[in-house]
């Protein structure tokens, strides 16, 4: 009784012992309070965010000594989150609702860009930034629906556009991208798709896509720091360039530090129901695709499925993951964060200052069971009340319990103390909160007027549409009636086309017919050119030529003008002359 006392009252009083233990590998295994879904890590400030859907929370978690140190509550749904490359914005995409939360993590403060219209559903579900800032937002329909692939540049006012030539996506897709040079979507829908998208080109097209039913395990893509392989949490190992498969590994999620030549595995063995499992992660050469290296721990896992998320911390200085509710993981503790030297990390052990590597917690209240005073009930200062009263104690043990009470209700007077100073805090957050709720609903009030003024024109505008289609009516008329009015002039302009072709047919009957006179009047011209000669001939005759002789030759042709043709021998010349 008075150890199960003492060890009740040691857990009110603060130990300002130091006590430096280093121990190689710490567990990690941080309560979210709900299921989570994703994490992405600020390793420039040591801060890893991780969304909640279930509770609308981005929880921040600082990778130094893995405690809680913020809450960001958000009007929906968190699933996929990305951070920008100056770690001053993080992104969410907010499933139900078709828009993205932009968390500006220096002020606080929280706006939505909405693209429901142009993903074509309200699930939003993964986001990617990209350099320059880019924001690429997938939706998930399920197996049923189509949603396209929007892109936001941030830079631009928020200028939203399609990407992806305008193809539709179903079933949880997500992305993954390297060196701002290519895009990656996985589809989760049967069978799972890989898409590759060109960012340098406008529009950022689709270029490459997988051979049909080549790919498995799409729901979460690892891309290498060079950009060449891709992975699936099937184990398949993808070249970028083609999209073919090059390797295959056992099924679980993949990870690579700044090292091309190696990457690292997590998988889940060990199922046993309701319990936890054994996560083994392998450092893997590329060379070979054979582990080189593996790390065991334990993480609680409720199902056979793999954790939601996995990385690897800079410089190999852990790994973490996202299982059940919980932050689950095995870091190199630089001193300083296991008091006790079990293991366990002591922002997650329940028992800090007392060595229990197994968490044993049979009462499952926050206490384990090697400092708790009542293992199993989870109310110690019922049950001690309960036990105190159940035993006959001497007055100097009743003065002693009483002291010890008073030490209690001291101690738990400063808890009540600290916990009205997180009240108060988390009151001043409220009023905090009520005042942006007040800003937000004058906004909305601002916006309602807007609206109302909105339809106002609108309602303006309907009339004069109504007006318009008025018009419309009467010139459609009009144009109906003129094209009856074509129509018959139509078949008018037929009639007379008919008659142009026979009086072209009789014009060229005529042409013939002149064209055989103009002939016939060339002849009959040739012929009285040839009549009027002869007439002319016979009309003006030369006039006669001398014939000296009178031989009937003319004196012109006669070779002997001047001799008779009986004084002439064979040649008309006189033989006298010969």
């Known amino acids: 009784m008075i150890y199960q006392l003492s060890r009740f009252l040691s857990f009110f009083i603060f130990c300002f012992l130091s006590v430096s233990v280093t121990a190689q590998d710490l567990k990690v295994n941080l309560d979210l309070g709900a299921e989570p879904h994703g994490f992405v890590h600020d390793s420039a400030r040591d801060l890893l965010y991780i969304s909640v859907p279930s509770t609308h929370e981005i929880i921040q978690v600082s990778t130094v000594d893995y405690r ?21 914005h ?14 500006d993590l220096e002020n606080k403060t929280v706006r939505q860009i909405n693209v429901a219209v142009l993903l074509g559903a309200a699930s939003t579900w993964d986001v990617e930034y990209v350099a320059g800032d880019r924001l690429f937002v997938s939706a998930n329909p399920g197996s049923g629906g189509l949603a396209s692939i929007v892109e936001i540049r941030l830079a631009e006012g928020d200028v939203a556009q399609k990407v992806a030539s305008n193809r539709y996506f179903r079933a949880e897709p997500v992305f993954a991208e390297q060196n701002g040079h290519f895009l990656y979507v996985g589809e989760g829908f049967s069978p799972n798709s ?5 960012l340098s080109q406008n529009g950022v097209p689709l270029v490459l896509e997988d051979v049909h039913g080549s790919v498995y395990g799409a729901d979460k893509l690892a891309i290498s720091p060079f950009g060449d392989r891709i992975h699936t949490t099937a184990g398949q ?17 993949t990870d690579y530090l700044d090292d091309n030549s190696q990457f690292y595995l997590a998988e889940a063995t060990d199922f046993f129901g309701y319990e936890s499992r054994t996560v083994v992660v392998s450092l893997i ?3 070979t695709y054979f582990p080189a290296q593996e790390w065991e721990f334990d993480c609680v896992l409720n199902d056979p499925e793999l954790p939601s998320d996995f990385m690897v911390l800079p410089e190999q200085a852990g790994f973490l993951l996202l299982a059940n509710h919980s932050l689950c993981g095995l870091i190199t503790d630089p001193g300083g964060l296991d008091l006790d030297a079990d293991g ?3 922002t997650s052990d329940n028992c800090p200052q007392d060595h229990n590597p197994d968490q044993l917690n049979s009462d499952d209240d926050e206490f384990g069971d090697v400092c708790d005073p009542y293992p199993l009930d989870d109310n110690n200062l019922m049950a001690c009340l309960i036990d105190l009263d159940d035993q006959e104690l001497t007055i100097e043990e009743q003065i002693r319990t009483i002291v010890n009470l008073n030490q209690s209700v001291y101690a738990l007077n400063q808890t009540i103390v600290s916990r009205d100073q997180t009240i108060s805090d988390l009151n001043q957050t409220v009023a905090s909160l009520e005042q942006s709720i007040d800003q937000l609903n004058l906004t909305i009030l601002s916006r309602d007027q807007s609206i109302s003024d909105l339809n106002q024109t609108v309602a303006s505008q309907a009339q004069t549409i109504d007006a318009l289609n008025q018009t419309i009516v009467s010139r459609d008329q009009t144009i109906s009636e003129l094209n009856q009015t074509v129509a018959s002039q139509g078949q008018i302009i037929d009639e007379l086309n008919q008659t142009i072709v026979s009086r072209d047919q009789t014009i ?11 002939q016939i009047i060339d002849e009959l011209t040739a012929e009285n050119q040839v009549l009027r000669e002869e007439i002319d001939r ?9 014939d000296e002789d009178g031989d009937g030759v003319p004196d012109s042709q006669d070779q002997c003008p001047g001799t008779t043709g009986g004084k002439v021998d064979a040649d008309g010349c006189s033989r006298k002359q010969r």
């Open 68 to 88: 809680i140190i913020d809450t960001f509550i958000l009007p929906d749904d968190p699933m996929g989150v990305d951070i920008s490359d100056d770690g001053n």
């Open 285 to 287: 050469s590329t060379s």
């Open 344 to 346: 366990v990390i002591d």
């Open 508 to 518: 060229s009957d005529l042409n013939q017919t002149v064209a055989n006179q103009a």
């Open 194 to 198: 890989l898409y590759k998208l060109d």
């Open 538 to 546: 016979l009309m003006n005759p030369p006039p006669p030529e001398g």
């Open 237 to 253: 190992v993808f070249r970028t360039e083609s999209l073919t498969q090059t390797a295959e590994v056992n099924p679980g999620l």
């Open 90 to 103: 993080l992104f969410a995409a907010l499933n139900h609702s078709g828009s993205v939360a932009v968390i």
